[in-house]
C-alpha cells in the first residue's frame, strides 16, 4: 500500500521560496507520476502540476511562472517549489498519485498533507 | 479556463438520499471524480470514471455523468457520511476541481 508524508517549513516570509519534500514508501517513484494540490484554510482545492513518470512536468497556468516540480529517484522522494511566496498561499499542501481513468487523471493516494503558512 | 459549479451546501436527513451536483461545460464527455473530505482530513477518493466505487468506498455512494451536469448520489445518508465533497475533471491538460460541497446530515 503506497504511503505518502509530506514534509517542509510551516512558516515562510513573503517573497520567500517554499520547498516542500513527499516521501513515498510502497510504490518505485518513477512507475508513476505524481501532483501536488493545495488548500487554503477553509477553502476548496486547487491543483498545482504533475510530474509525470517520463520527468515531464505540467503546471496549473495561474502559478507556472513561479513552481517547479522535481523527483528524486534516490530518496523516493517528489519536491515542490513556489517561488515569491505571498499571503495567498497560505494553504495545506498535498502530494498525491496521479491514477488514470484512460487520458483522464485522478488522485487515489493522497499525503496526509503539510500547512504552510505565510506571514510577515 | 474551464469551471466546475457545485451548491454550496446540501442538508439531508439521516437514512434519506443526498444528491450532490456538479456542473460544467459539456462534462457529460469527461470522466468525473469525487472526493469526500472530513474536517482535517485529507481527501478520499469515493467515486472515480463517473460511476465506479473505488475498493473500501461503501455500496451506497454512486454517479452519474450526462449533458452538462454530474451528481454524486449518497443512499441511505449516515451521520459519517457529513462532510465536504469536490468534484473534479480534466480539461485542456488542466486538473479542475469543483468549488465543494458541504453535506449535512441533520
Known amino acids: 500500500q503506497v504511503q505518502l508524508q509530506e514534509s517542509g517549513p510551516g512558516l515562510l516570509k513573503p517573497s520567500e521560496t517554499l520547498s516542500l519534500t513527499c516521501v513515498v514508501s510502497?510504490?518505485?517513484?518513477?512507475?508513476?507520476?505524481w501532483s501536488w494540490i493545495r488548500q487554503p484554510p477553509g477553502k476548496g482545492l486547487e491543483w498545482i502540476g504533475f510530474?509525470?513518470?517520463?520527468?515531464?512536468?505540467n503546471y496549473n497556468a495561474s502559478l507556472k511562472s513561479r513552481v517547479t516540480l522535481s523527483v528524486d529517484t534516490s530518496k523516493n522522494e517528489i519536491s515542490l517549489r513556489l517561488r515569491s511566496v505571498t499571503a495567498a498561499d497560505t494553504a495545506v499542501y498535498y502530494c498525491?498519485?496521479?491514477?488514470?481513468?484512460?487520458?483522464?487523471?485522478?488522485?487515489?493516494?493522497w499525503g496526509q498533507g503539510t500547512l504552510v503558512t505565510v506571514s510577515s | 479556463s474551464y469551471e466546475l459549479t457545485q451548491p454550496p451546501s446540501v442538508s439531508v436527513s439521516p437514512g434519506q438520499t443526498a444528491s450532490i451536483t456538479c456542473s460544467g461545460d459539456?462534462?457529460?464527455?469527461?470522466?468525473t471524480y469525487w472526493y469526500q473530505q472530513r474536517p482535517g482530513q485529507s481527501p478520499v477518493l469515493v467515486i472515480y470514471?463517473?460511476?465506479r466505487r473505488p475498493s473500501g468506498i461503501p455500496e451506497r455512494f454512486s454517479g452519474s455523468n450526462s449533458g452538462n451536469t454530474a451528481t454524486l448520489t449518497i443512499s441511505g445518508t449516515q451521520a459519517l457520511d457529513e462532510a465536504d465533497y469536490y468534484c473534479?475533471?480534466?480539461?485542456?491538460?488542466?486538473?479542475?476541481f469543483g468549488g465543494g460541497t458541504k453535506l449535512t446530515v441533520l
Open positions: 470514471q463517473d460511476n
Open positions: 498525491a498519485r496521479v491514477d488514470r481513468g484512460g487520458s483522464s487523471p485522478y488522485f487515489q493516494h
Open positions: 510502497g510504490d518505485r517513484i518513477r512507475s508513476y507520476s
Open positions: 510530474i509525470y513518470d517520463t520527468g515531464s512536468t
Open positions: 459539456k462534462l457529460g464527455n469527461k470522466y
Open positions: 473534479q475533471a480534466w480539461d485542456s491538460n488542466t486538473v479542475v
